[in-house]
């Protein structure tokens, strides 16, 4: 089956540091990959996805790129703000078929200090 | 739009207990996910309906666990015995047609079995 393996948090930054959280990912087929953030107290919302090699998601100065070669989806911001802090969760799913299931990384916990 | 309706939004209960957890998918979409958050286990998909109908619920951890969908507006997930390792975070989510779309997801259910 498909897995996800993210970098362990927590990670404490300060405001206007430059984000880096790594994503790696195993998948059959032809695998989307995605961003979501989880707010304190909130579900998960989708942050940026992408659905092929070299697709470049993006989205609130928030940036990924479908790195087949390496199999990974790493998300990078240039300038966090306070109001970034959440915990980021690594996704993916295949393509074809019937198969919806998306599967997450365990989330990596960012707070961002002013 | 008052996206993905859950509730309760918390649930104290004792283990022997039946819990219920319900859910209103947004208006139109036709894909309803359950979810679990643990800290030990991160999120993992429970089931998932498609019109209303189960396509797949290998992610229920055991026969004490079951959901229904008895209409597009409605899903109940039920535990019955509750346990103390049952206590998560229990999200619902919805999307609109093929499964590379966006999830919503609702707040969640804070599950806390004594």
């Known amino acids: 089956g498909n897995s996800v393996t993210q970098m362990e948090g927590p990670v404490t930054l300060s405001e206007e540091a430059f984000l880096t959280i790594n994503c790696t990912y195993t998948a059959t087929g032809y695998p989307s990959l995605f961003w979501y953030v989880q707010y304190p107290g909130e579900g998960l919302q989708l942050l940026l996805k992408?659905?092929?090699?070299?697709d470049k998601g993006s989205n609130k100065g928030f940036e990924a790129t479908y790195r087949k070669e390496t199999t990974s989806f790493h998300l990078e911001k240039g300038s966090v703000q306070v109001s970034d802090s959440a915990v980021y969760f690594c996704?993916?799913?295949?393509?074809?078929?019937?198969?919806?299931?998306?599967?997450f990384g365990k989330g990596t916990l960012l707070t961002v200090n002013p | 739009d008052a996206g993905v309706i859950q509730s309760p939004r918390h649930e104290v209960t004792e283990m022997g207990q039946e819990v219920t957890l319900r859910c209103k998918p947004i208006s139109g979409h036709d894909y309803l996910f359950w979810y679990r958050q643990t800290m030990m286990r991160g999120l993992e998909l429970l089931i998932y309906f498609n019109n209303n109908v189960p396509i797949d619920d290998s992610g229920m951890p055991e026969d004490r666990f079951s959901a229904k969908m008895p209409n597009a507006s409605f899903s109940t997930l039920k535990i019955q015995p509750s346990e103390p390792r049952d206590s998560a975070v229990y999200f619902c989510?919805?999307?609109?047609?093929?499964?590379?779309?966006?999830?919503?997801f609702g707040p969640g259910t804070r599950l806390t079995v004594l």
């Open positions: 996704a993916v799913t295949s393509s074809g078929g019937s198969n919806y299931k998306l599967t």
């Open positions: 992408a659905t092929k090699a070299d």
């Open positions: 989510a919805s999307s609109l047609g093929q499964g590379l779309n966006e999830q919503f």
